[in-house]
């Protein structure tokens, strides 16, 4: 019974009354009552133990379930509403069933994001604050030792602006990074496609951070440069941008007289570019928040290196952009990989 509709229901409930009706009268027709009439009053018993049942089940019952999808303001698919316009009166009980427990999951579900954007909500705004709150009690100080008499002192009030200048400029990257990630999630800033050769930029990325590579003494290369050009749709200038971030942030967490490699994995129709290094490498339960905003593995070290803690966030949002995927894996005190791909030209 907890698998059948309500007309199927209703239609089981008059036959079983027809059925016992029946019987009583096939005891009146062997006692000699008419075989004809007998008939005639089982089909008219049926119609109407059909209706009264319907409308028994109608009133009593299936009123009290149409109210239901207004308490959970839902609206049945439009297949439903005209099913219920073309058979008024019957409403599929499994149906009803199905579509409140659909709205209790999506509710259980609309409670756990609201609960996780509101601990990223937090995480935000606290990350924000703490790296700015740095920059700015730096700027403090040193304007206020120039205000009591250091500006006339030269051997520091040069010193001093030029320090306040640089924690101007790292308030400045941190907003710049923010506006960015911003219009990347909104997709105001959509990516200029064109095609180029990866190849050849990974190339310009390396000479360029050759001089980083050189003061921490580590070896950045390819890790097997292809002998030909390999062809990609995408945005050049954001791609640039995500292999310096990748390459730098491999330098900065490498071990002395340790590497960074560029590879890359010629598919159908995606090119895999690999950065891997075999530096201090990530624990194991933060690889899953690796692309979050402001987040650090080593905080103490990343406060060195400088940086805004976003550049990661950043890279994943641009790869995202391009409908592509970027991954990384890691193991600590050995080194980590980031894969991504592009989207090969045709």
């Known amino acids: 019974m907890n698998k059948l509709s309500s007309r199927q229901v209703v239609v089981f409930l008059a036959l079983i009354l027809t059925v016992i009706v029946g019987l009583g009268w096939y005891y009146l027709l062997i006692t000699g009552f008419?075989?004809?009439?007998?008939?005639?009053?089982?089909?008219?018993?049926?119609?109407?133990?059909?209706?009264?049942?319907?409308?028994?089940?109608?009133?009593?019952?299936?009123?009290?379930?149409?109210?239901?999808?207004?308490?959970?303001?839902?609206?049945?698919?439009?297949?439903?509403?005209?099913?219920?316009?073309?058979?008024?009166?019957f409403v599929e009980l499994a149906d009803v069933e199905q579509d409140v427990e659909n709205w209790a999951q999506n509710q259980l579900q609309e409670i756990e994001r609201l609960r996780e954007l509101e601990r990223y909500r937090k995480d935000f705004v606290g990350n924000v604050s703490h790296e700015l709150k740095t920059p700015i009690f730096n700027i403090q100080g040193y304007i206020l030792t120039l205000l009591e008499g250091g500006l006339e002192d030269p051997s520091i009030n040069k010193l001093y602006l030029t320090r306040t200048e640089k924690s101007i400029d790292r308030m400045i990257s941190i907003v710049e990074d923010l506006e960015s990630i911003n219009k990347l999630e909104t997709g105001e800033l959509k990516p200029q496609f064109s095609i180029f050769d990866i190849v050849k930029i990974v190339e310009d990325v390396i000479e360029m951070e050759q001089r980083l590579a050189k003061e921490r003494k580590i070896w950045l290369t390819f890790t097997d440069k292809p002998d030909k050009p390999l062809m990609v749709k995408a945005d050049k200038k954001r791609i640039i941008e995500v292999l310096t971030n990748l390459v730098v942030n491999g330098l900065k967490y490498g071990k002395k007289n340790g590497f960074v490699k560029v590879g890359f994995y010629d598919f159908d129709d995606k090119i895999m570019i690999e950065v891997t290094d075999n530096g201090i490498g990530i624990d194991k339960k933060d690889l899953s928040r690796v692309f979050e905003r402001f987040f650090r593995v080593d905080k103490s070290r990343s406060r060195e290196q400088g940086g805004t803690g976003l550049g990661l966030s950043i890279v994943k949002h641009i790869i995202e952009a391009h409908n592509q995927t970027i991954n990384v894996q890691s193991v600590l005190n050995e080194g980590t990989t980031f894969t991504f791909t592009l989207e090969k030209a045709k």
Do not use: C, N, W
Not at 66 to 79: G, H, L, N, S, T
């Open 34 to 89: 008419s075989f004809l009439f007998m008939i005639v009053g089982l089909v008219l018993f049926f119609i109407i133990a059909f209706y009264i049942i319907q409308y028994a089940i109608h009133k009593f019952i299936l009123e009290k379930i149409r109210p239901i999808y207004k308490i959970i303001d839902f609206v049945p698919q439009k297949e439903k509403e005209v099913k219920l316009k073309l058979t008024p009166g």
